[in-house]
């Protein structure tokens, strides 16, 4: 059974990665950073896995730590998610989401030469290296061109990743579109509008505020994303993939599919409000992202269809609230 090492691993696709691999008989290693209530809730439901104390920004801390593990798999999953926190703090967010991925790549590739054992490494890159996109659907030869922080510190380890791959390193670049699941925090949109929709269905009454209401995402189902990245770390070749399920809603389609689970019907609208203080400084243009290759190559397909993935959050909120009554 393979040795993995997860960077990111109390994020939500860490989270559920550790699990499948756990599944699996997986011998499994995860970076933690922040010692607060989500590594200890981490650390009681998952006793069984070795749990590493780190920064992403201490190069030599993550180099001797691969070195220590040395992982048969490295799921590279931490660093900033937030695209607005990357506005905010864009020098943290290249050394974090871009630096440390070529700093575990070259610790993998010592790894591998020392030991003449494959590593295989994935990336998690994103879609907002395509910036505004041109064209759509996005797929693997669509230029890469940020535009925001976060997108730019994505794309230099997207490069990087093709770079290591060049000399002999297993390294798959996974370019995930937006995918959520109940452990999505509420600062991203979604799990703002599950929440809130749980809410507004239990009190009859509330405001939900917005941003661009028009604004399209493909969103799919986070196990499925983590599912497509362990076929791509165990695929013979390693590959720049799309992670995607090929279709979009807009944020309001979101809402309204929220709060019409979560018991409010047609009066869904009363509920929402437009802030212009949420729009974000430059928001993307229609990303929506063709994972064919994904589908021929790695036999990677997506399982939850939008309406069944707001009802599985919304499901899940609601609880939360019965929960805390
Ligand atoms: P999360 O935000 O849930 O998790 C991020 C993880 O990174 C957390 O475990 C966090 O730990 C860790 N982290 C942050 N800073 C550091 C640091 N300095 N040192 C070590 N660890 C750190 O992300 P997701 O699980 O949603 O996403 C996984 C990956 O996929 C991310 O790289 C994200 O950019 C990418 N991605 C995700 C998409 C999505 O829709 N979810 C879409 C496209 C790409 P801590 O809390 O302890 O700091």
Not at 10 to 30: F, K, R, W
């Amino acid at each position: 059974m393979p040795r993995v090492f997860i960077t990111g691993i109390t994020g939500q696709d860490g989270g559920y990665l550790a699990e499948q691999m756990l599944a699996e008989g997986a011998e499994v290693h995860g970076l933690v950073h922040a010692e607060d209530g989500t590594a200890a809730a981490f650390r009681a439901a998952h006793p069984e896995v070795h749990l590493h104390h780190g920064d992403l920004a201490d190069a030599t801390g993550l180099r001797s730590l691969v070195n220590e593990i040395e992982p048969d798999e490295l799921f590279n999953f931490a660093g900033i998610s937030s695209v607005a926190y990357s506005w905010e703090h864009p020098i943290v967010t290249a050394e974090l989401s871009g630096v440390a991925a070529a700093v575990l790549f070259q610790a993998a590739l010592q790894v591998q030469d020392r030991t003449g054992r494959r590593v295989a490494c994935v990336q998690a890159s994103s879609s907002e290296i395509f910036g505004n996109a041109p064209s759509w659907p996005q797929n693997e030869g669509t230029p890469v061109d940020p535009v925001s922080p976060y997108g730019a510190a994505k794309a230099y380890a997207h490069h990087m990743a093709g770079v290591y791959r060049g000399k002999g390193l297993h390294v798959a670049s996974c370019i995930l579109f937006n995918h959520e699941s109940p452990r999505r925090p509420t600062t991203f949109v979604t799990r703002k509008i599950t929440a809130a929709a749980a809410r507004i269905g239990a009190e009859g009454t509330g405001i939900l505020r917005l941003g661009n209401l028009d604004a399209r995402r493909d969103w799919g189902w986070a196990p499925d994303y983590v599912d497509a990245m362990v076929r791509a770390a165990r695929h013979s070749t390693a590959d720049d993939f799309v992670i995607a399920t090929g279709q979009t809603h807009t944020v309001a389609e979101f809402a309204e599919a929220a709060l019409r689970r979560a018991g409010v019907g047609d009066s869904w609208r009363d509920h929402v409000e437009v802030d212009p203080e949420l729009f974000r400084p430059i928001d993307t243009a229609t990303m929506v992202g063709d994972a064919a290759k994904a589908r021929r190559e790695l036999g990677w397909a997506p399982t939850v269809p939008f309406d069944e993935l707001v009802g599985r959050m919304v499901d899940h909120d609601v609880e939360l609230l019965r929960a805390s009554a």
